[in-house]
């Protein structure tokens, strides 16, 4: 194989990520903050004693399993928030963030701190999933954009 | 097979699409990557036929409102394969000696 062939070969591959990014998916608001609200119930759900914390556990559960399904059928295609590549430091860093305000609503809960406390700890999930969500998407459309194999 | 790090089955573009494209999901339905490639179901069942056989794709099918569809990921083996391949090229492309493999 020589030079030309081989760029040519390069070039067929930022092509291919390249049509993905323009006719892969394109996440409305709307399935931002539906994950957004997800995670804040299931952060919420552990600032309660059962059964809410179960039905709020397990209806957060559910609408995840929805999104999949949904995201299946309406884009032809899953894309783990796990994976590698660049997006997985925002990934790592919302989960961090995420069982840290889950341990917060645990205090919250063993020391009978107010409902307040509890939605506003919920609420500070609810931003921080929001904003990994977002940024997540942005890095995984220029990851593609630039077409790195 | 390969030579020099160049995968004489990745060696095709369509596979090398195919497999450029699976690099960057969790899995993708047949009729996305028929859509992306802009090749016929026939094509496109052949090369993915072959990856399969070879280990580096896996294919699934699964019934969904009430229409059967085949999902594709890429294996371990295809994204090692799919990674010294493009390192072949790259290497090719320096106008270096293709790393030896």
Known sequence: MDPIEAQAALDSISAAQREFAARGPKYPLWRHVAFAA?????????????????????????????????????????????????????????????????????????????????????G???????AASLLWTRIYDRELQNGAA | ????????????????????????????????????LKVSDSVLSKHLAALSDAGYVALRKAAEGGRQRTWASLTRAGTRALDRHVAALRAIVADLPAAAE
Do not use: C
Not at chain 1, 124 to 130: D, P, S, Y
């Open chain 1, 124 to 130: 500070g999930a609810f931003v921080v999933a929001l």
């Open chain 2, 1 to 36: 097979m390969t030579m020099d790090g160049i995968d004489m089955l990745l060696h095709a573009p369509a596979r090398l699409q195919i497999a450029a494209l699976l690099a960057k999901v969790t899995e993708m339905e047949f009729a996305k990557l028929r859509e992306l």
């Open chain 1, 38 to 122: 997800v995670m804040g119930a299931i952060v919420l759900s552990q600032g309660f004693g059962p059964p809410l914390q179960i039905l709020l556990f397990v209806f957060a559960m559910a609408a995840v399993a929805w999104l999949v399904a949904e995201d299946r059928r309406r884009y032809g295609v899953f894309v783990s928030g796990y994976r590698k590549g660049r997006t997985l430091g925002v990934t790592l860093l919302m989960v961090v963030l995420l069982l840290a305000a889950m341990g917060a609503e645990i205090h919250a809960r063993v020391n009978g701190l107010s409902l307040a406390v509890k939605w506003g700890i919920a």
